[in-house]
């Protein structure tokens, strides 16, 4: 990996140096999805044209060279993650469906009456609701890991609830809300000496900070490409070679057999048995060049830079009069929610796409969280490594410019 410079990322992706209403754009929606780099646009396109075919089936040049990129981007997932094998990753459409998987194949298999799975209040509605069907199909408990007054993930009382009937603990990495960073680490330590399994999210930690989850010894790590400058409709599933073993197929159909007659099926090996019909092939060729563009830099400078400039958001808008922001200001990655007096998110948002601003406003589909601040909605400003100081100071002298706007007490 070289270095890294905000800039030279920043000159790689082409819809950053587009105008939006008249502004040029200044993207702080990374939390909701990344833009692309020119070598990922490159990289789909070159796959269609000169690449495109189906995967593991037909003995023709195409088919193999489709199917050598398919593989190659499991390797690149592994070797992303830290994960030892290719055999490892299962290849799924995002965050949402790798938690659905596991829910419906391990946890139809483990969780039982009686048992509990602990979720924390930060998370994102995938990481609950997944738990909640599939507690309501097997008369298990999901229970709610509470928060601390300042918000981070309440630990005495995560020791306390942990016991022999939990089955699962499911944690983000990092929070889409708050941007808080979680002890993975110490957590899934914890919940191993109740022989729970940890199935972490990893969506809001992948383009941030370099992860690694064999030092996590997670048992189940899940991300979406989108949110890692690849395409939509593509992410990973890592999960422990042994615990991937045991498990059953979830989908089934074409290219997850073995050998099909109707007295009896037999499922092809992992991960392939959890990849039913034809995939999303451009998507991981897509993600491959992702992973590669990201990892053409260094990674420890990349998440030192961004501390830095996310720190420098808390000061820019510490300035705004009536701006809260929520959630704590340290061990975080760069999402930064907050409300300002006098305006709705929606019409804070909405002032700011006119300046070509692009935050999200809403309940950022982790409702319990935002409850946790007694709020319904929010705006949250979310950065990424192409972002810079000069971004928030536009978006700071924005939000001055409405708070002047506002009628004063
Ligand atoms: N978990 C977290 C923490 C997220 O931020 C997101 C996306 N906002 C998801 C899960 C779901 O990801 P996806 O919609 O790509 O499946």
């Not at 603990?169 to 708050?178: D, G, K, P, T, Y």
């Not at 949110?227 to 042994?242: D, M, N, R, S, W």
């Not at 808008?317 to 709705?344: S, Y």
Request: hydrophobic fraction near 40%; aromatic fraction near 8%.
């Amino acid at each position: 990996a070289g270095g890294f410079t905000p800039e030279a990322a920043r000159a790689d992706v082409p819809a950053l140096h587009r105008t939006v209403n008249g502004h040029p754009l200044v993207w702080l929606d990374n939390a909701a999805t990344t833009q692309k780099p020119r070598q990922v646009i490159e990289m789909l396109g070159t796959y269609y044209s000169a690449a495109n075919s189906n995967i593991h089936r037909g003995a023709h040049t195409m088919a193999r060279e489709a199917t050598e990129a398919y593989e190659a981007g499991r390797a690149a997932v592994a070797d992303f993650l830290g994960a030892p094998s290719p055999d490892s990753v299962v290849f799924v459409r995002g965050t949402t469906e790798a938690v659905n998987l596991v829910a419906q194949s391990w946890g139809r298999a483990h969780v039982g009456p009686g048992d509990d799975i602990l979720v924390p209040v930060l998370e994102h509605h995938s990481d609950i609701v997944p738990w909640q069907q599939l507690a309501a199909e097997r008369r298990a408990r999901v229970v709610p890991v509470p928060l601390t007054p300042e918000g981070t993930i309440d630990q005495d009382t995560f020791a306390d609830l942990l016991s022999y009937r939990t089955q699962l603990v499911a944690i983000s990495h990092a929070s889409n809300v708050l941007g808080t960073i979680s002890p993975v680490r110490e957590m899934t330590a914890l919940a191993h000496r109740y022989g729970a399994k940890v199935l972490v999210d990893g969506a809001q930690a992948v383009a941030h900070l370099p992860v690694d989850v064999t030092e996590l010894d997670a048992d189940f790590y899940a991300f979406s490409g989108h949110k890692i400058f690849g395409p939509t409709g593509i992410g990973a599933l890592y999960a422990k070679p042994e615990v991937l073993e045991t498990m059953r197929p979830w989908q089934g159909g074409g290219n997850m057999i073995e050998d099909v007659t109707f007295a009896r099926t037999a499922f092809a090996p992992v991960p392939h048995r959890f990849e039913a019909g034809t995939g999303h092939i451009g998507g991981v060729v897509g993600l491959l060049s992702a992973l590669n563009w990201l990892s053409g830099f260094d990674r420890e400078a990349v998440a030192a830079y961004e501390t830095a400039l996310t720190e420098y958001a808390h000061q820019a808008l510490g300035t705004v009069p009536g701006l809260e922001l929520i959630g704590p200001a340290a061990q975080k990655v760069g999402v930064l929610t907050f409300t300002l007096a006098g305006c709705t998110p929606e019409e804070t948002a909405a002032w700011l796409d006119n300046d070509g601003i692009a935050v999200r406003a809403g309940h950022h589909c982790a409702q319990p969280a935002l409850r946790h601040y007694n709020l319904e909605s929010a705006t949250r400003a979310s950065l990424a490594l192409y972002n810079t100081k000069e971004d928030l100071d536009q978006l700071t002298t924005s939000l001055l410019r409405l708070q002047d706007q506002q009628p004063t007490a």
